[in-house]
């Protein structure tokens, strides 16, 4: 049973850092693209970055190059998501999800989720 549990969510100031991690299980890690989304009050679930997708590559969303960092650790089945430079609009609950590597940032290719942590950035 493939399992995705997210952690480091939380109440930050403007500007602040955040660290997600999301711990894997029940698939091999080091074959699947994995990815971070979120979803903000009263919008719709965006994605955000996603690593070993498109076959190989790292992807960002515009609104966070530059400030977010996505990594992995093979030896410990998790990805993480830093977030730097954070700001009011990066309020929301954030995702963890997994899919075949040829998935692109887009919803409907990622049958894999965990169930968010929520991050808050006060102003």
């Known amino acids: 049973e493939v399992q995705l549990v997210e952690s480091g969510g939380g109440l930050v100031q403007v500007g602040g850092t955040l660290k997600l991690s999301c711990a894997a299980s029940?698939?091999?890690?080091?074959?699947?693209?994995l990815g971070w989304f979120r979803q903000a009050p009263g919008k719709e679930r965006e994605g955000v970055s996603c690593?070993?997708?498109?076959?190989?590559?790292?992807y960002y969303t515009d609104s966070v190059k530059g400030r977010f960092t996505i990594s992995k650790d093979n030896g410990k089945n998790t990805v993480y998501l830093e977030m730097n430079s954070l700001k009011p609009e990066d309020t929301a609950i954030y995702y963890c999800a997994a899919a075949p590597s040829w998935a692109s940032l887009v919803l409907h290719a990622w049958p894999y989720w965990g169930r968010g942590t929520q991050v808050t950035v006060s102003s």
């Open positions: 690593i070993n997708c498109s076959d190989g590559i790292t």
């Open positions: 029940g698939f091999t890690f080091d074959d699947y693209a």
